[in-house]
């Protein structure tokens, strides 16, 4: 099993910062991509980064540029920068975590993060 805990969110004004920090416990080594997903009231669950575990990257299109996400393998953490914040960034942000057992991949979800852009 793996355990994401999510860190970092909170309000800030348009065109400011804010640094999300995602750990993961428990069964981390066969852990193969991670990123994060965003909830808007009203609105289904999108994807907004992802990193792979050799580094490779993606983006929602509407953030890229933006945010920027990266990844320590050693502390098992993943990090999401985000510059430039719009009122439309407003969210619950959810950690994500893809592992593989045998030839089934696995999702987690950590509990969210509230992230409040103001005009």
């Known amino acids: 099993q793996v355990q994401l805990v999510e860190s970092g969110g909170g309000l800030v004004q348009a065109g400011g910062s804010l640094r999300l920090s995602c750990a993961a416990s428990?069964?981390?080594?066969?852990?193969?991509?991670m990123g994060w997903y965003r909830q808007a009231p009203g609105k289904q669950r999108e994807l907004v980064a992802i990193i792979t575990s050799g580094g490779a990257t993606n983006y929602e299109d509407s953030v890229r540029g933006r945010f920027t996400i990266s990844r320590d393998n050693t502390k098992n953490t993943v990090r999401l920068q985000m510059n430039s914040l719009k009122p439309e960034d407003t969210a619950v942000y959810y950690c994500?975590?893809?592992?593989?057992?045998?030839?089934?991949?696995?999702?987690?979800w950590g509990q969210g993060t509230q992230v409040t852009v103001s005009s």
């Open positions: 428990g069964s981390v080594d066969s852990i193969n991509s």
């Open positions: 994500w975590a893809e592992r593989s057992r045998g030839n089934t991949k696995m999702k987690h």
